[in-house]
């Protein structure tokens, strides 16, 4: 097995947590966890592409990964506080009662 | 494959798999921050020490800690609840069926080991002088989408954050 392939693999793995907690929890919080989770797992094969790739010093795997760890964060932002703001009208994060869309 | 490779990648998977399958949210967040710490360890290890550090920054450092107060600002004590969804079998099914497919199409295209990607190259030496270069040159234009998106997204957040019943009362104290 090659490093590549490695990482690669745990990559996937790290997807599949991801998108596990996504799918099962019910706070809308860990959900939200679960989703950055996965858009970890894509930057890791970004620097992992990036370091075995055949142009590392072209350095665009990790420009990518930058760019994407910023608009993680900004996505983590607005989305906690968009559950801040549903918990003040519905008084619960539980996604499976959130179930009408009139405040 | 490495014993270095091995113990991160070990880290990584047992706080994230953690952190979605513990049943007390706060422990999720710190055992969260465990995973996110792995994932930076594997950046360092790859050479990408920027990445690795802001890493760190944004996500154990940033991202955690809001998830933290969230969870502590909408905690009801009144009412335990069920952590997992009702049809959390199919979740971890249909998990399971996107991990065993993504592993089969990296094992296939590994397959030839006459592969270009199969030697790896020396570790490329980035400098954050180099990176600065690159973000002040070549990706100037991304890096200012990037900052307007981050400031559009930090004030937005704020707003909709915020209470209206908390902007009423500021306005009266005001008069």
């Not at chain 1, 607005?78 to 539980?94: E, P």
């Not at chain 2, 049943?23 to 994932?39: D, E, I, K, P």
């Not at chain 2, 450092?61 to 049809?87: C, D, K, W």
């Not at chain 2, 998106?149 to 909709?160: E, F, K, P, Y």
């Amino acid at each position: 097995m090659t490093p590549l392939e490695g990482y690669l693999l745990l990559s996937a793995l790290l997807f599949a947590i991801g998108l596990a907690g996504a799918l099962t929890r019910r706070n809308a919080i860990l959900v939200l966890i679960g989703i950055e989770l996965m858009l970890n797992a894509a930057n890791l094969n970004f620097i992992a592409f990036w370091r075995y790739g055949p142009h590392p010093e072209a350095m665009t795997g990790v420009m990518f990964a930058i760019f994407s760890i910023a608009v993680a964060a900004a996505e983590a932002a607005v989305g906690l506080a968009l559950i801040l703001a549903a918990y003040r009208h519905l008084r619960t994060t539980n996604l499976d009662r959130m179930n009408r869309l009139k405040g | 494959m490495t014993a270095t490779f091995l113990i991160l990648a070990a880290i990584t998977v047992a706080g994230t798999a953690a952190a979605m399958g513990l049943r007390n949210a706060v422990h999720c967040v710190l055992a969260l921050t465990v995973g996110f710490a792995g994932v930076a360890g594997l950046y360092l290890y790859l050479g990408a020490q920027f990445v690795g550090f802001t890493q760190i920054m944004v996500y154990v450092g940033a991202v955690a800690i809001l998830a933290v107060f969230a969870i502590m600002m909408t905690h009801n004590p009144g009412q335990p609840e069920e952590p997992f969804s009702r049809y959390w079998v199919w979740g971890a099914v249909i998990a399971a069926a996107v991990f065993l497919t993504l592993a089969r199409a990296v094992h296939l295209a590994f397959e030839p080991t006459s592969s270009v990607l199969a030697v790896p190259p020396q570790a490329p030496d980035i400098t954050v002088q180099q990176i600065g270069d690159a973000l002040m040159r070549r990706y100037v234009l991304p890096l200012e989408i990037i900052g307007l998106l981050l400031t559009a997204a930090l004030i937005g957040a704020v707003i909709i954050a915020m209470d209206p019943r908390d902007d009423a009362s500021m306005e009266d104290a005001a008069e």
